[in-house]
């Protein structure tokens, strides 16, 4: 099995900044891509920003320029640094990975999902 943690939502104000990570941990044999996720309200889920393991990266139109994902060296972290937050980008934020386990299966995880509210 394979497990995705999310950490690091919660509130902030208009302008302020956040940092999100997920771990992946469990049965692991290799990570093609890991990204994140966001639902508002009312709203489908939808892509944030999202890093292959050949490090190529893109970007919802609306959060370029003030997202930035990152990974570890051990590509089992990834990190989504939010900066000038806005009212707009509050939402649960779910970690994903495209992951071969172990057993020779190749899946799509999903984390439990983190709440970042945008308010003043």
């Known amino acids: 099995q394979v497990q995705l943690v999310e950490s690091g939502g919660g509130l902030v104000q208009p302008g302020g900044s956040l940092r999100l990570s997920c771990t992946a941990s469990?049965?692991?044999?290799?990570?093609?891509?890991m990204g994140w996720y966001r639902q508002a309200p009312g709203k489908q889920r939808e892509l944030v920003a999202r890093?292959?393991?050949?490090?190529?990266?893109n970007y919802a139109n609306s959060v370029k320029g003030r997202f930035t994902i990152s990974r570890d060296n051990a590509w089992n972290t990834v990190d989504l640094q939010m900066n000038s937050l806005k009212p707009e980008d509050a939402a649960v934020y779910y970690c994903?990975?495209?992951?071969?386990?172990?057993?020779?299966?190749?899946?799509?995880?999903w984390g439990q999902g983190t709440q970042v509210t945008v308010s003043s």
């Open positions: 994903a990975g495209t992951i071969a386990t172990m057993g020779g299966s190749l899946n799509d995880y």
């Open positions: 469990g049965s692991i044999f290799s990570i093609y891509a």
């Open positions: 890093v292959t393991n050949d490090g190529s990266t």
